[in-house]
Nanobody
Framework: QVQLVESGGGLVQVGGSLRLSCAVS????????MGWFRQAPGKEREFVAA????????YYGDSVKDRFTISRDNAKNTASLQMNSLKPEDTAVYYC????????????????WGQGTQVTVSP
């Protein structure tokens, strides 16, 4: 059984930084493309970033480009999301997800999901 566990969320001031981590167990981590999504209250789930199984390809949502960086460590079975220059509109529950197919921004292609971690950016 594949499990994804996010960590690293919390409360941060505008302009601050946070680093989210996603630990994956239950299957060979390097076989997955990994993605991060977020959902704010009353809004639809939004694509944040994705990374291919090798780490050679990365993709970002327009609202986080140049501020967030996705990475992975296949030796540690971990994917990370470095978030800099945080804004109040980044406040959301952040989810990591694993795809057995190809790297993509479409949430329907991700089969496995974590439980989410709250990120709150205060003005």
């Amino acid at each position: 059984q594949v499990q994804l566990v996010e960590s690293g969320g919390g409360l941060v001031q505008v302009g601050g930084s946070l680093r989210l981590s996603c630990a994956v167990s239950g299957r060979t981590f390097s076989s997955f493309a990994m993605g991060w999504f977020r959902q704010a209250p009353g809004k639809e789930r939004e694509f944040v970033a994705a990374i291919s199984w090798s780490g050679g390809s990365t993709y970002y949502g327009d609202s986080v480009k140049d501020r967030f960086t996705i990475s992975r460590d296949n030796a540690k079975n971990t994917a990370s999301l470095q978030m800099n220059s945080l804004k109040p509109e980044d406040t959301a529950v952040y989810y990591c997800a694993a795809s057995q197919n190809f790297v993509t921004r479409y949430s329907t292609e991700y089969k496995y999901w974590g439980q989410g971690t709250q990120v709150t950016v205060s003005p």
